[in-house]
């Protein structure tokens, strides 16, 4: 079973920079996802839920604990890349089942991203 280390998060605020100002998103249910490759060798997560779209904290760390946890269960996929999860507006408007339905086709878009860029990194 894999577990989410204190070292798969991505705490630098240099970080979330880099993937902010390289990285490709995608967006769907709710939620925008920003991926990019990382030099450390291993997949990171950064969470980003905004305050203004869930209001309460229990409902923002109710998410964040979905997404890790989605995340946690999938990261055997994912080859040295870094991922930031953003809340958007409509994640309220959206339950638990429908985010993660919507994680689940992120992480399947990623992987098959990560596949290509690797592939195209082992044919040079």
């Not at 992120?106 to 044919?123: E, F």
């Amino acid at each position: 079973m894999a577990k989410f280390r204190r070292a798969m998060r991505m705490n630098s605020p240099r970080d979330f920079s880099r993937v902010f100002r390289l990285g490709q998103r995608t967006g769907g249910g709710g939620l925008t996802v920003i991926t990019t490759e990382n030099t450390v060798g291993y997949p990171r997560l950064g969470l980003a839920v905004a305050k203004k779209h869930l209001k309460l904290a229990s409902h923002r760390n109710r998410l964040k604990r979905v997404i890790r946890e989605s995340f946690r269960c999938n990261q055997s996929e994912f080859n040295g890349i870094d991922i930031v999860v953003l809340s958007r507006a409509d994640v309220v408007r959206r339950d638990m089942t429908q985010v993660k339905t919507a994680l689940e086709r992120h992480w399947l878009t990623i992987s098959a991203n990560n596949r290509v860029a690797q592939s195209g990194k082992n044919s040079d």
